[in-house]
């Protein structure tokens, strides 16, 4: 079974990069997804199979993963970006979201 | 556009039963799987339960297998959760989301998400 670690917190200064770690036993194996989460509203998907962004996310949010973590990287952190952000796998019979980290732009 | 829109919440005392119902639009619903996840006070995204596109396949996270009970009416394009025998941790706001992968059970994580409802279980 997969559980998934996440840094309960990330603080950056607006315009520099936030890297934001999700680590599981051979998470590389898995594809993992991340969501972001304002506060007081529903989570949206920012990245989903590893690397990909859905239509009108920035591309300012890449995604990686390899070996024991995946990553979610936040280019140029604009105010609006402040969240929590979950990653989440597929277990082979439930799906499993991390912790959440919580993003705040200095 | 996509919408989801949750309904069926509520305050219940322990043990009590609440239906849940998720109705979508914006998309051909019995091609797609659609899954609920709550979320505790303060606390982070739970996954709960998930039924493929057809009802035929059901999952359930270990804490409300036996309780809660996920079903689909495709030519409704609404999901419901029934659930019982409810406890003062299952409180939490239900979002109901959209599988990210055409007829697929996982996969693309999920792409859509309702605003939330509210489950309040207390006597």
């Known amino acids: 079974s997969s559980e998934l670690t996440q840094p309960p917190s990330v603080s950056v200064a607006p315009g520099q990069t936030a890297r934001i770690t999700c680590g599981g036993d051979n998470i590389g194996r898995r594809t993992v997804h991340w969501y972001q989460q304002r506060a007081g509203q529903a989570p949206v998907l920012v990245v989903y199979d590893d690397t990909d962004r859905p239509s009108g996310i920035p591309d300012r949010f890449s995604g990686s993963n390899s070996g024991n973590t995946a990553t979610l990287t936040i280019s140029g952190v604009e105010a609006g970006d402040e969240a929590d952000y979950y990653c989440?796998?597929?277990?082979?019979?439930?799906?499993?979201f991390g912790p959440g980290t919580t993003v705040t732009a200095l | 556009d996509v919408q989801l829109l949750e309904s069926g919440g509520g305050l219940v005392q322990p043990g009590g039963s609440l239906r849940l119902s998720c109705s979508a639009s914006g998309f051909t619903f019995d091609n797609y799987a659609v899954t609920w996840v709550r979320q505790a006070p303060g606390k982070g995204l739970e996954w709960v339960s998930t039924i493929n596109n057809s009802g035929g396949a059901r999952l359930y996270t270990d804490s409300v297998k036996g309780r809660f009970s996920v079903s689909r009416d495709n030519p409704k394009s609404t999901l419901y959760l029934q659930m019982n025998s409810l406890r003062a941790d299952d409180t939490g706001v239900y979002y109901c989301?959209?599988?990210?992968?055409?007829?697929?059970?996982?996969?693309?994580?999920?792409?859509?998400w309702g605003q939330g409802v509210l489950v309040t279980v207390s006597s």
């Open positions: 989440q796998v597929w277990d082979g019979d439930r799906f499993v």
């Open positions: 989301a959209k599988g990210g992968r055409l007829m697929a059970l996982a996969g693309s994580g999920f792409d859509s």
